[in-house]
């Protein structure tokens, strides 16, 4: 079955600079990469998405590439402020199937 | 519109106990979870409905876990005979008919096994 792996667990950047947060999937029939935003005790949202027909997709800071010949997917955030402070998850879905496997979570710390 | 609704938001039960959670799903959505978030965990599927039906439970740790969707709307989590190891937070989410992707998610229930 899927297995996505995430990285780093933790990661703090000064306000301003860039973040970048990394998934590995194993199932190559995946198509579909969601990434969810969760703040504490709160509800995961979702932040952006991305299917394997197209490699890059961007929402103004937030933006996210798949490799899918390296089974990689990345999110970037530009221009860090406070409130991206959260955990960050990614997921994918397979072909087929609509079983979303998620990763182990980024703890994103913004330093003001 | 109303978004994903879960309840009890907390529970709190002994060890052997039995317990039930509930998810209201976005009025429409023919799609809904069940995912078992564990502190610092990412949640991890434990079972999808596509209408009254599941469409996949592989993810159910055992026969302890049950669940069901009788109308294809509200859906109930079962757990019998409860474990320390079951405490986690409960999470529920719906996504729309018509094969979209998106999943909305609730706020989740929080078990707690004593």
């Known amino acids: 079955g899927e297995n996505v792996e995430q990285h780093p667990s933790t990661l703090s950047v000064q306000e301003g600079d860039s973040a970048v947060i990394k998934c590995t999937y194993s199932?190559?029939?995946?198509?579909?990469f969601p990434w969810y935003k969760q703040e504490l005790g709160k509800r995961p949202q979702l932040i952006i998405d991305?299917?394997?027909?197209?490699g890059e997709k961007k929402d103004q800071r937030i933006a996210v590439t798949l490799n899918k010949t390296a089974k990689h997917f990345s999110l970037h955030i530009t221009e860090t402020q406070p409130e991206d402070s959260a955990v960050y998850f990614c997921?994918?879905?397979?072909?087929?199937?609509?079983?979303?496997?998620f990763g182990t979570g980024t703890r994103l710390k913004v330093l003001a | 519109g109303a978004g994903v609704s879960q309840t009890p938001s907390n529970k709190v039960t002994e060890k052997g106990k039995y317990v039930e959670l509930r998810c209201d799903p976005i009025?429409?959505?023919?799609?809904l979870y069940w995912y078992r978030q564990s502190l610092g965990q990412g949640p991890e599927f434990l079972i999808y409905?596509?209408?009254?039906?599941?469409?996949?439970d592989s993810g159910l740790p055992n026969d302890r876990f049950f669940a069901v969707r009788p109308e294809g709307s509200v859906s109930t989590l079962k757990i019998q005979r409860t474990e320390r190891g079951d405490s986690a937070v409960y999470l529920c989410?719906?996504?729309?008919?018509?094969?979209?992707?998106?999943?909305?998610f609730g706020p989740g229930t929080r078990l707690t096994v004593l």
């Open positions: 989410a719906s996504r729309p008919a018509g094969g979209g992707d998106t999943q909305y």
């Open positions: 199932d190559s029939a995946s198509n579909y």
């Open positions: 991305i299917r394997s027909n197209v």
């Open positions: 997921a994918a879905r397979a072909s087929g199937t609509y079983k979303y496997i």
């Open positions: 009025s429409g959505h023919t799609a």
């Open positions: 409905f596509q209408g009254t039906g599941a469409a996949d």
